[in-house]
């Protein structure tokens, strides 16, 4: 089911594309008219950061009459560079790959031990970053949109017995009958048609990966997707420019997917009440004594220079700029004595969502295809195996070559959880995790994947991931806790300690939820936001 295309929401879009083109910096509807809207020094509300959570309170503030302005770290992807392309291929990057670079930094290390993937680029703000924690890194995306411009686009909703065991203050039939719905039409998640997934080649590697699960008596599922199933065999028949049929992925998707730029941001602009500010940084929010909040804030080139601070007021603050911006901008404030009362449960209950990656070398007869889609559209569900839960992604790695490869993202149930601690000399953040924090989510998807290996007769690879690693335990795409629900702020996100504060973000989400968290995250905002947008004052 796809989003409603109304008048408004085409709006949105057309102000989208004028700015983008146009080089803006701040995007409005005034901004389809060619005319970029002024900078502003106050605004009713204010949303930092423009991914899921953020895009649903941009929507729902912007529906309900309120001014706002969001702001967001990165840039608008919606231009073509020299090439023709807003993104680059996952095989081809450049400096639109990375948040100022000097190199690559993809899940992959090596093929065959040789240092083939990575490639040295110019230093730029790219649409994908890898935040180094020392023992752990998080894949984050920056840009208009967020993390949708740069994930695999997997939507499962969780298992609801899981939900409500990690989100128990949560009421479980107002979730899967009102919210996941709606955030699933509003998203734009679709299913992928079972004939043309046992008959594309584009499939062969999910194919080969259910062989090899089936023959271990395991069970596999399709999964839905917000990249658009009819498009990809429209690009499959030649009909369409190609996208997640030409290794488009991690850097971006030039065709084909719905992400939030596209859904809730478009139709956000074309309610006439929202603005986007791009390339702009919060560093600080402190509390003035008539009860605004007051951000500050700056704004850089894309040399990365700081080109303007300035301060933006409001007297609704909704944080989401993700699991670490959102955390970090509350843990400042919190120790810097700019908003003392908050909690002292912010920057706890942070986890990796069990994730942990793998990969195994099939025998010759086992093809998985020179041509490989992007997006995953199978997954090996143990989940219900109380003794070793585990949901596995089985992911493409398109290389344009036949390189016998099964690649798998496991989410597992690894119960270690990171704290987040104010660094004084930094002015940062510091995640406290240890490599051994991440052995349960190894050892769990290690059994899972041992079992096919012994009943196919395979092994792992050893030379994609680094010092002959088997399982990639050392980074994570779905970063969630550092502001749970129910801990460090109310049961719909309010911040403990202080009123028209919220947080709408994974950073609510005590750190697992089982299965690719995007969906969850949205219908979390959208029922958080409709309470608080019946119950507090504007």
């Known amino acids: 089911m796809t989003p409603q295309l109304t008048r408004r929401h085409l709006l949105g879009l057309g102000a989208l594309q004028t700015a983008a083109a146009l080089g803006f910096t701040r995007v409005g509807l005034s901004a389809a008219t060619a005319a970029e809207p002024p900078a502003v020094d106050y605004a009713p509300a204010v949303v930092v950061g423009s991914g899921y959570g953020a895009a649903v309170a941009a929507l729902r503030l912007g529906q309900a009459g309120v001014r706002t302005v969001v702001v967001e770290m990165g840039r608008l992807w919606d231009t073509a560079g020299a090439d023709g392309r807003i993104f680059p291929a996952t095989t081809a990057p450049d400096q639109r790959a990375m948040w100022f670079r000097n190199r690559t930094e993809a899940p992959l290390a090596t093929f065959l031990w040789l240092d083939v993937v990575n490639r040295n680029i110019s230093p730029y703000p790219g649409v994908l970053d890898r935040v180094n924690y020392g023992d752990m890194s998080v894949y984050v995306g920056r840009g208009v949109g967020g993390g949708s411009l740069v994930n695999g686009g997997m939507s499962p909703t969780p298992r609801r017995s899981y939900f409500s065991e990690v989100l128990p203050t949560v009421d479980a039939d107002e979730m899967y009958g009102t919210y996941f719905p709606r955030a699933r039409q509003m998203l734009g998640v679709n299913d992928i048609d079972p004939g043309w997934f046992e008959s594309t080649e584009w499939y062969r590697f999910a194919r080969v990966s259910r062989k090899h699960a089936q023959n271990t008596g395991l069970r596999t ?16 028949a030649g009909q369409v420019p190609r996208s997640a049929l030409a290794a488009e992925v991690i850097y971006g998707n030039n065709h084909g997917k719905k992400s939030v730029d596209k859904t809730y941001l478009a139709a956000a602009l074309g309610t006439g009440n929202v603005t986007i500010e791009t390339l702009q940084r919060v560093v600080a929010v402190r509390r003035e004594p008539d009860g605004r909040y007051v951000l500050t804030v700056r704004r850089i080139d894309v040399t990365g220079r700081v080109v303007e601070t300035r301060e933006l007021a409001c007297r609704q603050l909704f944080l989401g700029a993700g699991s670490l911006g959102t955390t970090e901008i509350l843990l400042r404030a919190r120790e810097t004595g700019a908003l003392p009362a908050l909690s002292p449960e912010v920057g706890t209950g942070w986890g990796t969502n069990g994730n942990v990656m793998t990969a195994r070398a099939n025998h010759l007869w086992d093809t998985v295809g020179a041509n490989q889609a992007t997006m995953p559209a199978l997954g090996i569900d143990d989940w219900d195996n109380a003794a070793n839960p585990v949901f596995a992604e089985i992911a493409p790695l398109p290389m344009g070559i036949e390189h016998w490869v099964s690649m798998y993202l496991a989410i597992t149930k690894n119960p270690e959880r990171g704290t987040f601690t104010y660094d004084a000399a930094t002015d940062s953040a510091r995640l406290n995790w240890h490599i051994s924090q991440n052995q349960p989510a190894v050892a769990a998807a290690k059994r899972l994947f041992d079992r096919v290996n012994r009943a196919n007769f395979t092994i792992y690879r050893y030379d994609l991931f680094g010092d002959n690693k088997a399982f990639a335990d050392t980074f994570t795409y779905h970063p969630l806790g550092g502001c749970v629900l129910g801990r460090a702020t109310d049961d719909f996100g309010r911040a403990k300690g ?10 609510l989400v005590p750190g697992s939820l089982g299965v690719n968290p995007f969906v969850t995250i949205t219908a979390l905002a959208e029922r958080n936001m409709a309470r608080i947008l019946a119950e507090d004052p504007r």
């Open 221 to 236: 599922v399709f999964v839905p997707n917000v990249y658009d199933f009819g498009y990809m065999q429209r690009e499959a």
């Open 498 to 507: 202080y009123s028209g504060l919220y947080v709408v973000d994974g950073s």
